[in-house]
């Protein structure tokens, strides 16, 4: 049962705090998510001698791909679907990026997305390039074998569109490991390849017994967390004992809340698509984890307050992460925040609005294509396992993946400091000077 985030005031716990905020309320504006991706571009060409050429191949996908395909529904009736398959990039290595299954999913936000796929893999210094695609449905309106037969006909109709050593998806909003075994089992039936092992690598995010790694389910928040604990560790900041609050509850936030609790930071707001709840005390975050794995969201959980949006981001915390979709933060929202850290869980939460808002206050932000890119980086070590016939033990995917993050960290804190710039167009710088390098030994075919 899906209610509004800025619910009626009669519902809101006497108790909840105060916004500190502006008084209407806090909706993320429409703005266009791919323009916003191209000027952290242009913002970043400023800094790396960028050939014009190159500039404009990267201003744009390389490949766009849309299907429409009829699927029957569990009613005898039949629907049609629209899918997409937006490939920026790859110049690097194979297309990379995940699947999102959403209502509200359009072209241009695939295109923003898989343009930040490129950046995301050439900062971490992956063999990947940049893809996103997904379907434009709300997966929570259908049943489990509706769902199936969605998924099996898309990418049947994606074909190969998709492969191993050309496209890889993995995940996003809406997708898990469930859909990623139909993904590769629809692969490996219908495009017809001698040594279906090889096939394996097709998508990433496969459940561990179905050729997965371990360690992906968890991989994008415990990114997130390495990247926090290493801001904390450079600035000095004792991550025990604070608090955190945490938009999004699925595959990144929870588990980033679920990790930061183990490092004794608790919990005390969250939100997703239903609503927000706020817990003074700490949410016991495996009981909630629990809870929404059976009830598919947080609506309803007894041990938390239920507040506004707008009381959401005005509560006190030390630590927030965005982990729902983009444009969640403007200027209202950065306004209204009470915390020393933002790190971008999801892919584009902040608009450009809202992040001078945040550096005005001195709130400090560690950008997605940095914070997030423990799942791409997680899903390559399973696409190398897949390769080699492979399975890694946990621990050995753990350490690399947080050597992956420091290292780039590293690079993105280094590009800032010698350019002056934010960190967000130091990561865009660093993964601009690689694709530029590889353009200038290449060059361009013929
Ligand atoms: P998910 O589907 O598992 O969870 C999404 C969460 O966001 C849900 O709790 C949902 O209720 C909530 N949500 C949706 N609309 C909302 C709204 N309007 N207000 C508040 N909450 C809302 O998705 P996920 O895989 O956790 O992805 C979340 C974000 O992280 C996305 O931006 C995605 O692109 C990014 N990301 C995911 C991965 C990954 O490995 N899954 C990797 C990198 C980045």
Not at 109 to 123: E, H, N, P, R, V
Not at 155 to 165: E, Y
Not at 183 to 205: F, H, P, Q, R
């Amino acid at each position: 049962m899906t209610t509004t985030p800025s619910g009626p005031s009669s519902q809101r716990a006497s108790s909840a705090p105060s916004s500190a905020g502006p008084p209407h309320s806090l909706h993320p504006e429409r703005y266009d998510f791919f323009r916003v991706i191209q000027g952290y571009l242009d913002e970043a060409s400023r800094l790396v001698t960028v050939p014009e050429h190159v500039r404009s191949i990267l201003l744009q996908p390389k490949n766009e791909l849309i299907v429409h395909f009829p699927v029957r529904m569990d009613s005898g009736h039949y629907r049609v679907f629209k899918g997409y398959r937006i490939q920026h990039s790859n110049i690097l290595g194979p297309f990379k990026g995940g699947m999102r299954y959403h209502q509200d999913a359009s072209l241009d936000d695939f295109k923003a997305l898989a343009a930040m796929m490129t950046w995301k893999c050439s900062l971490m210094n992956l063999p990947f390039g940049g893809a996103k695609g997904g379907i434009k449905f709300d997966p929570r309106g259908v049943t489990r074998d509706e769902l199936g037969r969605i998924t099996r006909r898309f990418f049947h109709a994606l074909g190969s569109n998709i492969g191993p050593d050309y496209d890889v998806p993995a995940p996003d909003v809406g997708t898990n490991a469930q859909t990623m075994a139909w993904a590769l089992d629809t692969y490996v039936n219908t495009v017809g390849m001698v040594k279906k092992e090889a096939a394996m690598g097709v998508v990433t995010g496969k459940p561990v017994s179905s050729g997965g790694t371990f360690g992906r389910e968890t991989a994008t928040g415990q990114g997130v967390v390495h990247t926090i604990c290493e801001w904390a560790r450079r600035t000095r900041f004792k991550l025990e004992g604070k608090k955190l609050i945490v938009q999004g509850f699925g595959n990144v936030g929870s588990n980033t809340a679920a990790i930061l609790a183990a490092l004794g930071v608790s919990l005390v707001a969250v939100g997703d698509h239903t609503g927000y709840l706020y817990n003074p005390e700490g949410f016991n975050v495996h009981r909630l984890k629990q809870y929404v794995a059976q009830n598919g969201s947080i609506a309803g959980y007894a041990n938390g307050q239920r507040i506004t949006r707008e009381e959401f981001f005005g509560v006190q915390a030390d630590l927030f992460v965005p982990a729902a979709l983009e444009n969640q933060i403007g200027a209202a929202e950065a306004e209204a925040l009470q915390v020393r850290l933002v790190a971008e869980g999801a892919n584009g939460p902040c608009s450009p609005e809202g992040e001078t808002v945040l550096a005005r206050r001195g709130i400090e932000l560690l950008p997605d294509v940095l914070a997030n890119a423990g799942g791409v980086t997680v899903s390559y070590y399973e696409w190398v396992q897949n390769r080699r016939s492979e399975q890694w033990g946990v621990e050995e995917v753990e350490e690399r993946l947080e050597k992956a993050m420091l290292d780039a960290y590293e690079r993105m804190a280094q590009f800032a400091k010698t350019h002056n710039c934010s960190n967000r167009i130091a990561c865009y710088g660093v993964a601009l000077q690689r694709l530029v390098q590889v353009y200038l030994d290449r060059e361009i075919f013929p």
